[in-house]
Each structure stands twice: as structure tokens, then as C-alpha cells.
């Protein structure tokens, strides 16, 4: 248990999302009983719901258990990364969701089927309580983990589709529309689609090693050049390896006073980084005053 300080911002929140994949099994057995007993497809849908949600937080709790494993000289960051692809999983499985569920509600509507309202209506509120109590559990999570982030949108969209067929089964059971099924599927496959795109699209940022949310790096530069001998700042670049966890590498060009004491200024930049733009993992090479013509003849 040495590696405490590199756990990704998910390890965290594991005990959390076991669970509620335990809660998420039980209640999907249940309701595929349910489903079966009342006749009902959109039982039968949500229970295929929870199957995709289990399945999402499989994949969430196994990118925790590789991220957290150590670095080594052949993967200097561990494979921390995982988790990001395991968001990126996650969002075109609720994509692939949204469009099951629309096909299926519009060949409903064309063909509705009778349901027991009754029976629907018991077993679709136990699956209403058990995704709230999910919801809770990885509420506090979701806001610091992408890859938690993914999970918790799974639980989100059945919990809508759990309160969607309680609602479908007291219309049916009040004035027999049997059509309202579908109607309600297709609103909640529309309120799921943009949160998965949303999703994939902050994954893809950190894959394509974009500059981190919330991060100018003009502000950065003019920081770092406001420190007492700091005549220059290139090669400016920020990327995330994982939720939480922003890297920053730089060239710093000082005066060649100030190079006899770089220990001092490397320890003042590292601070400032770390104090005003929540940075602990940054690299910054010193380089007195005309090395970076040196370098550029190097690179040509």
C-alpha cells in the first residue's frame, strides 16, 4: 500500500461503486422477473438497462484497479490512463443504449402490446429506490472522476428510466394508453444522448493531450515571468494523465546570475505552480540566456 499518494481520484470512491454494482445485480434480477410477470417491455428494457449499467461499472471498477497499479520504467505513469479510456467505454455504451431503446419504442408504438399496470408499477418502484441510493453514493465521486463520471451517468439515465416506466405504469393503470411506453423511452433515450456526447468529448480532451479545463497558459507564462530573474518562458505545455491528475513541462530562461542558485528558483517556479494553479506534477528545465537559439538549431 505504498503508492497512496499516486491514486487516481476514483480509487477513492471503489468501495462506493462495489456497491453499488451489488445493489445494481440485485434490483436487475428483480426486474427481469418483474418484466416477465407484468408482460411489460419497458420492465424488461430497464432491467436490460441496469445489465449495461453493471456492466459499465465493471468496466469503471477494473480501469480504478489498473490505474492504481505501480509505474514502471516501461510505463512511467502506470497505466493511469485506463480509466480514461474506461469513460470513453462507457459514453458508446450509453450511445449504443439510446439507439436500442428508440428502435424498440418506435416498433412499440406501432405495435403496442397490453401490460399488467399493477404488477408494473411495484416493480418499477423498487428499481426507482435502489437507483437513488446509487445516485447518492457516487454523487460526491462523479464531480472528481471522468471514469466515475461515466458510471454515475449510467446510474442517472436509469434512474430516469426507472421513474419513466413508474410513470408509464400509473398512465396505463389510470386510462389504459398503452402507447405511453414508448413515448416515455424515446424522452428518456433524447435526455441520455447529450450527457454520453458530453462524456466521450472530455475523454477525448485528455486522450488528445489537450490543455487541462480551467487552465490559461498565457497566465501561466506571465507567472512564471514574474519571478526576479526569469527573462523568458517556451515550450509551454500542460496535459492530464488522468482525472485530477494535470502535468506541466517548461523551459524557464534566467539570467546567468541567477544559474550558480537554480535549486532556489526551480523550488520557487514548482511552488508557484503547485499554489496558484493546483500543479504538483511539473518538470522545468533552467536554461540561461541564448541556449534556446542552441536548441532550435538542434531541433532544425
Request: charged fraction near 15%; hydrophobic fraction near 50%; aromatic fraction near 6%.
Amino acid at each position: 500500500m505504498g503508492h497512496h499518494h499516486h491514486h487516481t481520484a476514483a480509487g477513492a470512491h471503489r468501495g462506493r461503486l462495489l456497491l453499488v454494482l451489488a445493489l445494481t445485480l440485485s434490483v436487475m434480477a428483480f426486474q427481469v422477473v418483474g418484466g416477465l410477470a407484468a408482460g411489460s417491455l419497458a420492465l424488461l428494457g430497464d432491467a436490460g438497462h441496469m445489465a449495461v449499467d453493471a456492466f459499465g461499472i465493471l468496466v469503471a471498477l477494473f480501469a480504478i484497479w489498473i490505474a492504481n497499479q505501480p509505474s514502471t520504467d516501461e510505463r512511467t505513469f502506470g497505466l493511469k490512463r485506463a480509466e480514461i479510456l474506461a469513460a470513453a467505454l462507457n459514453a458508446l455504451l450509453l450511445f449504443a443504449l439510446c439507439g436500442f431503446i428508440g428502435y424498440e419504442a418506435v416498433r412499440r408504438l406501432l405495435d403496442p402490446q397490453p401490460v399488467s399496470a399493477s404488477t408494473m408499477v411495484v416493480f418499477s418502484t423498487v428499481g426507482l429506490l435502489a437507483n437513488l441510493i446509487a445516485l447518492g453514493l457516487l454523487r460526491r465521486g462523479q464531480a472528481e472522476s471522468l471514469n466515475l463520471r461515466g458510471a454515475y451517468l449510467e446510474v442517472l439515465g436509469d434512474l430516469l428510466s426507472s421513474a419513466g416506466v413508474v410513470v408509464t405504469a400509473l398512465i396505463i393503470w389510470l386510462t389504459g394508453w398503452h402507447w405511453a411506453d414508448s413515448v416515455v423511452s424515446i424522452a428518456i433515450a433524447l435526455f441520455i444522448a447529450p450527457r454520453a456526447w458530453h462524456l466521450l468529448n472530455e475523454a477525448l480532451r485528455i486522450l488528445l493531450e489537450a490543455t487541462p479545463r480551467g487552465l490559461d497558459l498565457s497566465e501561466v507564462r506571465r507567472h512564471l515571468q514574474t519571478h526576479p530573474n526569469v527573462v523568458d518562458v517556451h515550450d509551454l505545455h500542460a496535459w492530464t494523465i488522468t482525472s485530477g491528475m494535470p502535468v506541466l513541462s517548461a523551459h524557464v530562461v534566467v539570467e546567468d546570475s541567477a544559474l550558480a542558485d537554480s535549486g532556489r528558483l526551480l523550488a520557487r517556479l514548482h511552488d508557484c505552480l503547485s499554489t496558484h494553479f493546483s500543479i504538483d506534477h511539473s518538470t522545468i528545465q533552467v536554461e540561461p540566456v541564448g541556449h534556446a537559439h542552441h536548441e532550435n538549431a538542434c531541433r532544425a
